[in-house]
């Protein structure tokens, strides 16, 4: 792992618990591993990249009862998550990481969600990231993607008392970023949202409902 990435590591590490006191309201993450869990055949595999805790959706995609594999990397996080969601399998991989086949490789899947794992990657290495997902999906397979809409590359932002590096894009750059990663985008949904306790302007959540051609 990265300095860089090890640092965002560290943070979210430290920020454990209290991630998902900030954050109770998740409308659109919820629909988006609803619309996924839905759309899949029962007992598909899915990969929830930068699960976190893993609540609400590795939590949403087990109790529908399709096999969940959540990466991320802070370590603390998916000490939680193994906690929160019994059911599923939590490993600890670098998005940089993932890979198919090999011996370290997880296999193929179903199905993706990647809920704003993506910001946490300075720009240059995310249509990188994005051919990799492509990559872990079979044909025909799903993705639910998710980013804040912000014209942002590797910036430092005060996250919940810890510092973090984001990037983002303009909707009309992510779609095609997206679309340059091989995804066909089926459909799109926007939200307004702040985090708990605090006077910041409400950020606009992009989610693009994705399929691997």
Do not use: W
């Not at 893993?54 to 906690?83: C, F, N, R, W, Y």
């Not at 999906?137 to 912000?150: H, I, Q, T």
Request: glycine share 10%; with cysteine; aromatic share 6%.
């Amino acid at each position: 792992m990265s300095e860089d990435r090890r640092g965002q590591a560290e943070a979210f590490d430290a920020i454990g618990r209290h991630y998902d006191d900030a954050f109770p309201h998740k409308e659109g993450q919820l629909a988006a591993g609803r619309h996924l869990a839905d759309a899949l055949a029962p007992g598909s595999r899915i990969l929830d990249v930068g699960c976190g805790t893993g609540l609400p959706t590795a939590l949403q995609l087990a109790e529908k009862g399709h096999t969940v594999l959540g990466t991320d990397i802070s370590s603390g996080m998916l000490e939680l998550a193994e906690k929160n969601v019994p059911a599923a399998e939590f490993r600890l991989i670098d998005i940089a990481d993932l890979t198919a086949d090999g011996p370290d490789g997880i296999g193929r899947f179903d199905g993706i969600a990647c809920f704003f794992a993506l910001l946490m990657l300075p720009r240059p290495e995310i249509p990188q990231a994005l051919r990799r997902l492509h990559g872990l999906l079979r044909p025909g397979g799903l993705m639910e993607l998710s980013m804040v809409e912000a014209d942002l590359d590797d910036a430092t932002i005060p996250f919940l008392g810890h510092t973090i590096r984001v990037s983002g894009y303009l909707r009309d750059e992510l779609r095609q970023v997206v679309r340059d990663a091989g995804f066909e985008i089926t459909g799109e949904d926007t939200y307004a949202y702040a985090p708990a306790s605090s006077d910041v302007p409400p950020e606009h959540q992009v989610f693009l409902h994705c399929r691997r051609g």
